[in-house]
């Protein structure tokens, strides 16, 4: 069984500053992490993902996360908010073995950025 | 390439009448993925097809919704009869293969009155 708890439903910044989104999680099985991204009315969008390489990964935008195994945290940051950044973030933990490929998302971190 | 495609965008029914949900996965995309997306909360799995098999259904309830992806590649989710509480956004999603990265479709909302 998995499971992501993501430790804030929202976060409020202002334009130029940075952005912590925090994602724990458990997975029984070595684990596919993954960031989504909803703005409104928009279908979710790929921020990043982690499979097995670099702990340190980087996806579009700006935004980078980092896979700590001995935290099982995946806490998604940019060193600067932009106000198109204001969405919804989700993320999504795929246990990678026991054959069933079940994606968990987390409930969401709402970001909020002021001018 | 195109994306995932879903229609309608929006539904509209009354409580106790079916409705339909279609999904066209991106080209050659093998794992195929229903969600059912509540205000304010993440997807929620319903139900995940490799190929044309359903392999991951035990959060669909199966006493009103089904679920169909004849030949393996679109993709149909029912529900009969529809009741307020599933008054949500349906998303669809795709993928090469299971676990790997997840494409989703715009979604279908549902408001059951």
């Known amino acids: 069984a998995q499971s992501v708890t993501q430790l804030d439903s929202h976060v409020s910044v202002s334009e130029g500053t940075p952005v912590l989104l925090r994602c724990n999680y458990s997975s029984s099985y070595s684990p596919s992490l993954f960031w989504y991204v909803q703005h409104p009315n928009k279908g979710l969008q790929l921020l990043l993902k982690?499979?097995?390489?670099?702990?340190l990964v980087k996806g579009i935008n700006g935004f980078e996360a980092e896979f700590k195994k001995s935290e099982t945290s995946f806490h998604l940051t940019k060193p600067s908010a932009h106000m198109s950044d204001a969405a919804e973030y989700f993320c999504?933990?795929?246990?990678?073995?026991?054959?069933?490929?079940?994606?968990?998302f987390g409930r969401g971190t709402s970001l909020i950025v002021h001018p | 390439e195109a994306g995932v495609v879903q229609s309608p965008r929006y539904k509209i029914i009354e409580k106790k009448q079916p409705v339909a949900f279609w999904c066209n996965p991106i080209s050659g995309h093998n794992t195929l993925y229903w969600y059912l997306q509540n205000l304010g909360q993440g997807p929620e799995l319903l139900i995940r097809?490799?190929?044309?098999?359903?392999?991951?259904d035990s959060q669909l309830p199966k006493d009103r919704f089904s679920a169909e992806r004849l030949k393996g590649v679109d993709s149909t989710l029912k529900i009969q009869p529809a009741e307020l509480g599933d008054s949500a956004v349906y998303l669809c999603?795709?993928?090469?293969?299971?676990?790997?990265?997840?494409?989703f479709g715009p979604g279908t909302r549902l408001l059951v009155l």
């Open positions: 999603a795709s993928s090469l293969q299971g676990g790997e990265t997840q494409y």
């Open positions: 999504v933990v795929i246990p990678r073995g026991g054959g069933s490929y079940i994606p968990t």
């Open positions: 982690y499979t097995s390489a670099a702990t």
């Open positions: 097809y490799e190929n044309e098999e359903a392999v991951d």
